[in-house]
């Protein structure tokens, strides 16, 4: 269908020649949506925030006004519903919305005080809700209030932002849109914001959207339709102007000073680097990283333009809220030798001081009598030219969402230097955004950080059993996790359960040997690529053969000492060398077993094993002390559910060797101990969580026996 068909006003376009855009609207899903504003604003927003190139994460809002029935007086009376605080686009839902009475928003006009008295009226905000189950109404709000149309979107396109931060921002918009879109200069968003949009609609009747400066974009319309058209056609325009412009007059970011270096090595020099940045960036509390080569960010990085933009600093408030005032630049060359940390680390000190005290300088500059105290002054954003682009923050959502901010933040800077100049916010205002009072308030209502929030671990054999079982703890309890098998089939479906369960941010995943180092390198890589590092490791991976001396072949005694103790010494081993370069600390937990102190029948290859990983534990604990790295050790025994042991004939030999049946061996082995206590793997777990959770931080090479009770296995 045709906009023409559906919209009042002559569109730039027809919906079928949109090109950086996705029209997305269904005619029969909103069909069934008919007569129903809120439903439509909601399918509006969902289509909005489906394409990236509209708005960013958890950017924008959109608004409908629709007429409802007062609870208290029976009238029909006009309702705005419109995106609450916080949330985002594509995945709103009613309850993400805030309802209020139209007609008392606009009445808080009278008891305006001046823009120096902004924050009191959100206060006010509640008093004017209609739903008393709706969201908490965004400062946001009174910018839709004043408008007179029923359906209003403001979103952060790229397209939009480059042409609100070029220098001429307000002559190019007048002149591309033949002055059907407003222009309103930057300020910050605010009861006194709504009023000027209001005042801009006023003194340009007729205009379709308002442009505002350094910010976003306003579009409009009668319909849920006609809003979503418009906007999008509006958007289309702003990126088609860039295209026309981009490279034409000049070089796009004054042309590339150097060359990357190739896919294989960038990742290469990325995950050797990434430790040693968490370690700089973790100062003040751990920090999970993400890295990106995306060639949008190469083309900026290598660029001879990077040294004059990377300082200026993000334009859109979203944008810098997300990556700070202005990234790190490091000033390593791509093929630079990293691989002694050490060095590494003390030619970064100097740059991230300079960085720290950058910050504090900002800060001091700006603050107010009442502004919050500074905040880690550690950068969210690196860049390494020729390689990539590094963003740490409190956990992989918020790092990854940074990066996907400051890509925006490259759009804009390419667009707005292709058709004008780019400009930042002044440093006051922008510190006036990030040190808003309604902003702290509303980081300090955050949750408070999980055990292991900032913590990545990798849990050896976590397809299954013991290891799925802490690995789904430990995710519970805020860490990232790198689950692994050496089964692909069972690796895989785990892999599908973590991802029902926690989503992409919370886990890895890859093939691990721990027999081989070169399949245990590759997948710490794949930690230090997804994460950024490593701190805690636990060596779970392990398999039983239960044979009398006669029967236990060499092959049996080869497969058990390489799997449970040239295993653990490797992936530790490795470990360390990360946890190293950090400087962080961190854990080594070791999947063990009462058989490493109880002697038993047909055991001699396992149980003298298990013996060889609790010493090898003892011994590594005496050597990392002074890396803080701890080592301890958990002894389970008879995990029977979900554990892979049991599998290979090992139930059979240990109920041959009992006298007993397999059915039995469960209730045999809780019989046995102290407590008559089954044991199942989220026993270990909780053991596991135990020692890592940080109330034992103080506590290194310690067998912590999770068993029911074995009195034969006691350690002392």
């Known amino acids: 269908m045709s906009a023409r068909s559906k919209s009042n006003h002559q569109p730039y376009v027809d919906v079928g020649e949109f090109k950086h855009v996705s029209y997305l609207w269904d005619e029969k899903k909103a069909g069934e949506l008919e007569g129903d504003e809120v439903a439509l604003l909601i399918y509006r927003s969902n289509l909005l925030g489906a394409d990236l190139r509209l708005t960013n994460y958890g950017g924008g809002n959109t608004s409908c006004k629709a007429m409802a029935k007062n609870p208290l007086t029976g009238e029909q009376t006009e309702i705005m519903w419109v995106k609450g605080s916080g949330g985002d686009l594509g995945t709103l839902k009613k309850s993400g919305l805030a309802a209020l009475y139209v007609d008392r928003l606009r009445s808080l006009k009278n008891v305006y005080r001046g823009i120096e008295f902004e924050d009191e009226m959100v206060e006010l905000f509640n008093h004017c809700i209609y739903d008393l189950n709706s969201k908490a109404p965004s400062i946001d709000t009174p910018l839709h209030a004043f408008l007179p149309f029923k359906h209003i979107d403001h979103l952060h396109p790229d397209a939009a932002i480059a042409i609100a931060a070029a220098k001429d921002s307000e002559r190019i918009t007048r002149e591309l849109f033949n002055g059907t879109i407003g222009w309103v200069k930057w300020q910050r968003p605010g009861f006194d914001l709504g009023l000027e949009l209001k005042k801009c609609v006023d003194e340009n009747p007729g205009i379709r959207g308002i442009i505002l400066g350094s910010h976003?974009?306003?579009?409009?319309?009668?319909?849920?339709?006609?809003?979503?058209?418009?906007?999008?056609?509006?958007?289309?325009?702003?990126?088609?102007?860039?295209?026309?412009?981009?490279?034409?007059?000049?070089?796009?970011?004054?042309?590339?000073?150097?060359?990357?270096?190739?896919?294989?090595?960038?990742?290469?020099?990325?995950a050797v680097l990434a430790p040693v940045l968490r370690g700089l960036c973790s100062s003040s509390q751990n920090m999970i990283g993400h890295f990106t080569d995306d060639d949008r960010v190469l083309e900026y990085i290598n660029s001879n333009d990077l040294e004059r933009l990377a300082p200026l600093g993000t334009s859109c408030p979203d944008h810098f809220l997300r990556t700070k005032i202005s990234p790190l630049v490091l000033s390593l060359s791509p093929q630079e030798d990293l691989q002694d940390a050490g060095a590494v680390k003390t030619k970064l000190i100097p740059a991230f001081e300079?960085?720290?005290?950058m910050y504090a300088d900002y800060y001091n500059r700006c603050k107010h009598p009442n502004s919050p105290d500074i905040r880690d002054a550690n950068p969210v954003v690196i860049l390494y030219p020729g390689v990539g682009m590094f963003t740490f923050a409190k956990d992989k959502q918020t790092a990854r969402v940074a990066a996907e901010f400051y890509i925006n933040a490259i759009n804009v800077m390419k667009g707005a230097e292709a058709i004008s100049e780019y400009t930042s916010l002044p440093r006051q205002e922008a510190f006036d955004i990030e040190y808003w009072l309604l902003e702290e308030a509303k980081l300090q209502r955050m949750p408070k950080p999980?055990?292991?929030?900032?913590?990545?671990?990798?849990?050896?054999?976590?397809?299954?059993?013991?290891?799925?079982?802490?690995?789904k703890k430990f995710a519970d309890e805020g860490a990232c996790v790198i689950i692994n098998d050496v089964n692909e089939e069972r690796l895989g479906e785990t892999k599908n359960e973590f991802q029902n369960l926690y989503g992409k941010d919370v886990f890895a995943a890859d093939i691990l040997d721990v027999t081989k180092a070169g399949t245990i390198q590759q997948t710490i890589k794949t930690a230090i690529l997804a994460f950024g590092g490593l701190d805690i490791v636990v060596n779970n991976a392990g398999l039983s053969i239960s044979k009398s001396i006669e029967d236990h072949s060499e092959k049996d005694w080869d497969l058990l000492y390489d799997v449970l103790v040239k295993g653990q010494f490797l992936v530790t081993q490795i470990a360390v060398e990360i946890m190293r370069k950090q400087g962080l600390g961190g854990d080594v937990l070791n999947i063990v077993s009462k058989n490493a102190l109880v002697s038993g029948p047909n055991n001699a290859g396992y149980g003298s094993a298990k013996a060889a990983q609790l010493h090898l534990s003892r011994l590594n604990a005496a050597e990392l002390g002074k890396d803080r790295i701890r080592v301890n050790a958990v002894n389970p025994d008879a995990v029977i559910a979900g554990s892979n042991i049991w599998s290979g004939g090992w139930a059979e030999g240990r109920a041959k060797a009992y006298g007993i049946s397999v059915e039995d061996l469960p209730k045999y082995y809780a019989s046995r101990t102290l407590l008559n206590e089954v044991i199942y793997p989220e026993d270990i777990a909780n053991a596991c969580f135990a020692l890592v959770g940080g109330l034992l931080k103080k506590s290194t090479g310690n067998v912590l026996n999770v068993d029911g009770g074995v009195s034969t296995a006691f350690v002392r």
């Not at 999980?450 to 690995?471: D, E, V, Y």
């Open 216 to 270: 976003g974009l306003f579009t409009w319309g009668d319909t849920a339709y006609e809003s979503y058209v418009n906007t999008l056609e509006v958007i289309e325009r702003c990126a088609e102007y860039l295209e026309d412009n981009i490279g034409k007059k000049k070089p796009v970011f004054g042309g590339a000073k150097l060359t990357s270096l190739p896919k294989e090595q960038r990742l290469e020099q990325a």
């Open 450 to 471: 999980k055990a292991l929030s900032g913590r990545i671990a990798l849990i050896t054999g976590s397809a299954g059993g013991i290891g799925k079982a802490i690995a």
């Open 354 to 357: 300079t960085y720290r005290e």
